[in-house]
């Protein structure tokens, strides 16, 4: 599995690495929305196309996102995404988005909607890259 690392948290606490910061459902909306906006470009896999539009899902993007924090990546969608359309999705739909290039690159599960908001985002960042970590 990955692991977002959470850096602070007061319900579970950076020591609790593997809490899931979103719902399973939450990422059966954002697939439904990746549909709709992202696929014609990253393609069904989330593979992209090697070249000019990069891998959005596993562990190419594990790799491109590593220390990156969940703010910056819900700016980058939010601002220049999708591509034939910059900034025309709403806070709800990147959010949806990114739960599901998480779920689909192997990040786990929790109770809660992960939430749009720059101070919960801003603390959530990705620290590990796959293999890297097993789940007790």
Not at 25 to 42: D, P
Not at 54 to 68: E, H, N, Q, R
């Amino acid at each position: 599995p990955f692991l977002v690392m959470l850096q602070s948290d007061d319900r579970a606490g950076p020591q609790d690495p593997f809490f899931g910061v979103f719902q399973h459902i939450v990422s059966k909306r954002g697939e439904a929305t990746y549909g709709q906006f992202c696929f014609h470009c990253h393609e069904w896999n989330l593979a992209g196309n090697g070249d000019m539009i990069p891998a959005i899902g596993g562990p190419d993007f594990i790799a491109l996102i590593k220390g990156v924090n969940l703010a910056d990546l819900f700016a980058f969608i939010t601002e220049f995404m999708p591509a034939d359309e910059p900034s025309s999705l709403s806070p709800q739909q990147v959010i949806d988005v990114l739960t599901y290039l998480l779920n689909f690159s192997g990040f786990p599960t929790g109770d809660e909607e992960l939430s749009y908001s720059q101070d919960v985002l801003a603390k959530l960042q990705i620290e590990k890259e796959p293999g890297n970590v097993t789940r007790p």
